[in-house]
């Protein structure tokens, strides 16, 4: 099946148009004729998509500029004209991290589906090469199922990696044997898993109304699959929550560990100060350019010396245990 992939080479928009045959559409455009259904796959960044989706495709106007706008948050609006479904996937390209999420407009009629990408959607790709396998999508509702349920798939093993690598920093703060933990290192990890839970809770959200929306519910099969994955999605968005705490306590624990040491450091400079004090006052005293300093005319006179302040500091270090300060 001819098909484009990067929504800014694609003549008029369309990436790809076929019927339910997975068969190319000679115009995309072009009102249904006969029964059957289509799958309508269209750039966002083109501006024949958006006129012809606001002006003549029929779609209620409030969801046709939905589909169409610059930023959408990922909801669910059943309509009785079809169903509109907003959704976001991760972001496998090489060159970006997962969190920069992607976003799919989706928009549901009995005999069609439109899908609305401003970047390449790698999900709705595979799903439409299922056409030439032995089990390629049977109507347009199965096609959105399929979409959310390999849009969720692809979620599960990024957020388990991201678990991994808190994991890895929480055990390198508890266990003493291994490297101690940066907040810089904690942070970007941090940061995803926010990035992550902002998009996905509003898509479970999305994903409640979907499973009990009225296209799915002349289908058990299609309708059960969307329950399962909307169960998986709440376990993502659940280890996404856990993932957040976490994150914060390791991060508590890194900031105590660092004020420990900052404390200890300060108790072990505040102890020698203590020491060192009498000996300052003593040196000082005796390095008075003054007559009268005992010892000046003895040979003996360093040696007593030192022996007087090491005798001093011990006695300094035993007042100090002796009042518990060490």
């Known amino acids: 099946m001819p098909m484009l992939t990067d929504p800014q080479l694609a003549p008029k928009g369309v990436l790809f148009a076929v019927d339910g045959g997975g068969h190319e559409l000679d115009d995309a455009y072009a009102p249904s004729v ?5 799958w309508l796959h269209l750039a966002q960044t083109s501006s024949d998509v958006r006129r012809w989706v606001v002006e003549e495709s029929g779609i209620p106007i ?7 706008a610059d930023h959408a948050r ?3 609006v059943q309509t009785e004209q079809g169903l509109m479904f907003i959704g976001r996937g991760v972001n496998l390209d090489p060159t970006s991290v997962p969190e920069d999420m992607k976003s799919i407009r989706v928009w549901l009629e009995p005999s069609r589906i439109i899908t609305v990408v401003k970047r390449r959607m790698r999900s709705a790709e595979a799903i439409a090469l299922r056409f030439s396998t032995d089990h390629p999508p049977k109507s347009a509702s199965e096609v959105l199922v399929q979409l959310f349920s390999q849009m969720t798939e692809l979620l599960a093993p990024v957020v388990q990696e991201l678990g991994e690598q808190i994991d890895e920093i929480r055990d390198s703060v508890i266990d003493d ?3 101690t933990a940066d907040i810089s290192t904690l942070s970007p990890l941090r940061l995803r898993a926010m990035g992550l839970h902002r998009y996905l809770t509003p898509l479970y959200d999305a994903a409640l109304t979907l499973s009990s929306s009225k296209q799915l519910t002349e289908s058990k099969a299609a309708r059960a699959e969307v329950q ?9 968005v659940e280890e996404l929550a856990a993932i957040e705490s976490r994150a914060a306590v390791t991060r508590d624990e890194i900031v105590s560990q660092r004020a420990d040491q900052l404390n200890q ?3 072990v400079l505040t102890v020698l100060a203590g020491v060192c004090l009498p000996l300052s006052v ?4 005796l390095g008075m350019n003054v007559g009268g300093i005992p010892l000046a005319a003895s040979t003996s006179g360093f040696l007593i010396t030192t022996l007087s302040m090491l005798t001093l500091s011990a006695v300094t270090l035993g007042v100090l245990r002796m009042i518990k300060w060490i």
Not at 62 to 68: G, H, N, Q, S
Not at 228 to 236: E, G, M
Not at 282 to 285: C, I, Q, R, S, V
């Open 34 to 38: 006969g029964g059957g259904w289509r």
């Open 62 to 68: 409030a969801e046709a500029k939905a589909l169409v």
């Open 74 to 76: 990922p909801r669910c």
């Open 177 to 179: 044997d291994l490297p």
């Open 228 to 236: 399962v994955t909307r169960d998986q999605l709440a376990r993502i």
């Open 265 to 267: 450091r300060v108790y």
């Open 282 to 285: 003593l040196t000082g005293m």
